[in-house]
């Protein structure tokens, strides 16, 4: 199957800070990328939808200025968690289809906390 | 309702036997229909996908599809100790640009115990 590397794998940061999380399709042009946030004992709940060079679409209830999504390239998108807070901690998942694929193929997933 | 529900289980089976997870969705143009498994702290793990109505077979996997019902099971036969994990269960629409945008359910935890 294809390959999504997600970077960090965790990120500890002071709260008021802001986080990067990247999603690289490795070995494929990821037309559309996913990123998903699960809290504890919870499933994962999709943040936002983002398709290669346009504007990312938000779920409800999900803060688009805050949640930064960025996918400038075939194979990378970006989240970035601005002003963090303690309950932005969770588990960050991303994932990605190609203009080919049925399926979609997800990263190792980023645990952030915010102290 | 949710569109996605599982039982939360947890659902605890001896080693050896056959693990039944169940799954109802409530989006009738729902299309692709999805197993995955979760290991805690880990990413979810792609066990079947399936398409259309019936049965389909991966090794000691089973899935199983009932549009009409609305329906989605997965059974495990020969269970393992490592096969405890939660089970998530996810559904997408078919075409368009958000094809690929999963729906998930709960989640079922499942221990097998020696």
Known sequence: GAVVSQHPSWVICKSGTSVKIECRSLDFQATTMFWYRQFPKQSLMLMATSNEGSKATYEQGVEKDKFLINHASLTLSTLTVTSAHPEDSSFYICSARGVTHTLTFFGQGTRLTVV | ?114
């Not at chain 2, 079947?48 to 989605?72: C, H, P, W």
């Not at chain 2, 096969?83 to 097998?112: E, H, M, N, P, R």
């Open chain 2, 1 to 114: 309702q949710k569109e996605v529900e599982q039982n939360s289980g947890p659902l605890s089976v001896p080693e050896g036997a056959i693990a039944s997870l169940n799954c109802t969705y409530s989006d009738r143009v729902s299309q692709s229909f999805f197993w995955y498994r979760q290991y805690s702290g880990k990413s979810p793990e792609l066990i079947m996908s399936i398409y259309s109505n019936g049965d389909k077979e991966d090794g000691r996997f089973t899935a199983q599809l009932n549009k009409a019902s609305q329906y989605v099971s997965l059974l495990i036969r020969d269970s393992q100790p490592s096969d405890s994990a939660t089970y998530l269960c996810a559904v997408t629409l078919a075409g368009g640009t958000s094809y690929g945008k999963l729906t998930f359910g709960q989640g079922t935890i499942l221990t097998v115990h020696p």
